[in-house]
């Protein structure tokens, strides 16, 4: 079983919105902070959006303004919302949580075509 598990990727139109999930499957320690990165066909993995236990967030510029990151530190969740998303968006989002060691979800598509 993966550590984490996403939910929440699919189809969607320029435009449009997704809410991507992620929940750890185990008891984690010391969890300072999660988020989510991305992977476009040909390109490498980037950071997407992160926040810390103490809610300090960062996002990558292409970004900003359109997703919007929440965790729940308590459960060892993080969600992204993506709003008015467009083509360049679509790539496999990696759920991350990074403590006493690095954890990763699997991945889940996410597509923006028309």
């Known amino acids: 079983q993966e550590p984490l598990m996403e939910s929440g990727g699919g189809l969607v139109q320029p435009g449009g919105s997704l809410r991507l999930s992620c929940v750890a499957s185990?008891?984690?320690?010391?969890?300072?902070?999660m988020g989510w990165y991305r992977q476009a066909p040909g390109k490498e993995r980037e950071l997407v959006a992160r926040?810390?236990?103490?809610?300090?967030?960062k996002y990558a510029d292409s970004v900003k303004g359109r997703f919007t990151i929440s965790g729940d530190y308590d459960r060892t969740a993080v969600s992204l919302q993506m709003n008015n998303l467009k083509p360049e968006d679509t790539a496999v989002y990696y759920c991350?949580?990074?403590?006493?060691?690095?954890?990763w979800g699997k991945g889940t598509l996410v597509t923006v075509s028309s």
């Open positions: 991350c949580a990074f403590g006493d060691r690095d954890y």
């Open positions: 185990g008891r984690f320690f010391s969890i300072n902070a």
């Open positions: 926040i810390t236990n103490i809610g300090r967030t």
